[in-house]
């Protein structure tokens, strides 16, 4: 039989989740859940880097992504990927925020002070229903109401 995927290999198919073609995207998405088990956290730190983009579509896929392949019962494999979904709550695209926020309920353990002080900026800037996403996306951090 085929052997397994190198780390490589499955590195060039995370980097399709950048495209801003939807079909190329979800190709990738099919091909990923067929090798799933070649995932390394630095793949799930390549997707976690497309939840910022410019484009709506590739951020709400690389966030379904994410919550495929490190949500559930593995972990992220550091804290430092849950900064990127963090910032997604503030992104332009409600789509995007509500995507984000749903992702982080599973993960609030990972959360700290740093990510309060991304999501209460967003409380002073941006569109009035981007301002109300970013105070609604505090509810998910460990400890509220009690931040003190």
């Known amino acids: 039989g085929f052997p397994r995927f190198a780390n490589e290999h499955v590195s060039r198919i995370v980097q399709c ?12 998405m099919r091909v990923l859940l067929e090798v799933q088990t070649t995932l390394t956290g630095d793949h799930v730190g390549m997707l976690v ?3 910022n983009d410019f484009d709506e579509g590739v951020c709400i896929d690389a966030l379904e992504a994410v919550h495929v392949f490190a949500g559930g ?7 430092g990927h849950i900064t990127p979904i963090v910032r997604s709550c503030l992104h332009r695209s409600r789509r995007v925020r509500l995507s984000a926020h749903h992702l982080l309920q599973g993960h609030k353990h990972l ?23 970013a105070l609604d996306a505090l509810k998910v951090l460990p400890g509220f109401p009690r931040l003190a």
Request: charged share 25%.
């Open 17 to 28: 989740f950048g495209s801003e073609d939807k079909g190329i995207r979800d190709a990738a």
């Open 73 to 79: 019962t593995r972990d992220f494999h550091s804290g």
């Open 49 to 51: 880097s497309f939840c």
């Open 111 to 133: 959360l700290t002070a740093a990510h309060a002080d991304i999501l209460t900026s967003g409380c002073l800037s941006g569109s009035d229903a981007a301002r109300i996403d």
